[in-house]
């Protein structure tokens, strides 16, 4: 028994098989780093912008055999081009709809998903997306939103660069368009309670999101949170192994069972990841959390108010 939504089984009732997500860079930047609203990337960025294992993207054809992690039971169609390096619309209008365009007309691909931020779809960027759901209506298109929390003094400390209620807007007017949205979220901000995380679920909740990705807040060497760690391993909290699978299992027992979730830790570059180093062993935590929502009888929306 599978005590919460998985990202598989979404792709099993929405599209009939499973799907794999092939990571492109597409050679965007940030407003968080061209000097609109800063230079220096949110606090754990790092300089690939999320995209470390991503393949160039510049509109090119694709084949099985250019991808960096092919799977022996895929075959053309099964899988996601994910637009996942920096801000996926933070370019001009005519560059989105021809990098889009010929991703969803690749027969590679079922559909696309779009990394992005709530204050980089503006109306010319939303009037583009209804668009390619016109022109391609065989192929889905996903965004995702990182929103990390719904606090304030966190989204300030971290450099988020925009406020909450950008962000509930843009997910209406997505959900408007009927494109489903997926929402990055972090675990293990030092200034924050568990309640807290539970609380950032439970505004998701409202917003009738339709896929999460969790994952813990990491220190990357070549970010300012890890040099911040480096120059004082105690200034900040680093959370354990137990703490992190104990908050997960009470947010996804909080978290509505409509939602898709389609990460529950997140892949760090080996070479770069300062604390915590057990979260290389991602098997091993995903056992944890089975483990522990078996051992409470948790299931995904069994804490949830109604």
Request: proline residues 4%; hydrophobic residues 40%.
């Amino acid at each position: 028994m599978e005590r919460y939504f998985t990202f598989s089984a979404y792709c099993r009732q929405n599209c009939g098989r499973k799907l794999y997500r092939v990571c492109l860079d597409a050679g965007m930047t940030c407003p968080n780093r061209d000097g609109t609203l800063g230079s220096r990337g949110c606090i754990f960025c790092d300089e690939g912008g999320s995209g470390d294992f991503a393949i160039p993207y510049h509109g090119q054809k694709l084949a099985l055999t250019d991808l960096i992690f092919n799977h022996q039971d895929a075959k053309e169609g099964d899988y996601i081009a994910y637009f996942q390096s920096y801000t996926n619309t933070y370019a001009p209008i005519e560059k989105l709809r021809s990098l889009f365009s010929a991703a969803l007309a690749d027969p590679l691909f079922a559909g696309i998903s779009i990394g992005t931020r709530p204050d980089c779809l503006g109306k010319d960027v939303l009037a583009l997306l209804k668009e390619l759901k016109q022109t391609y209506p065989q192929k889905f298109i996903w965004c995702e939103l990182g929103l990390q929390t719904i606090h304030e003094e966190t989204a300030v400390w971290m450099r988020r660069g925009y406020a909450l209620p950008v962000f509930d807007e843009t997910v209406q007017a997505l959900h408007e368009l009927e494109i489903p949205v997926i929402v990055h979220c972090i675990l293990g901000f030092p200034q924050e309670t568990e309640a807290m995380a539970v609380q950032t679920m439970e505004h998701l909740n409202a917003l009738k999101i339709d896929g999460i990705k969790l994952q813990l807040l990491q220190y990357l060497a070549g970010t300012d949170l890890g040099a911040i760690y480096q120059e004082d391993k105690e200034k900040l909290h680093v959370m354990d192994l137990e703490e992190y699978v104990h908050e997960i299992v009470q947010c996804i027992g909080h978290l509505d069972p409509s939602i898709a979730i389609h990460r529950l830790t997140g892949d760090a570059n080996g070479e770069l990841l300062l604390a915590p180093l057990w979260s290389r062993d991602k098997k091993k935590v995903l056992n944890m959390i089975r483990h522990e929502m078996k051992e409470e009888n948790i299931v995904q929306g069994s804490l949830e108010e109604k």
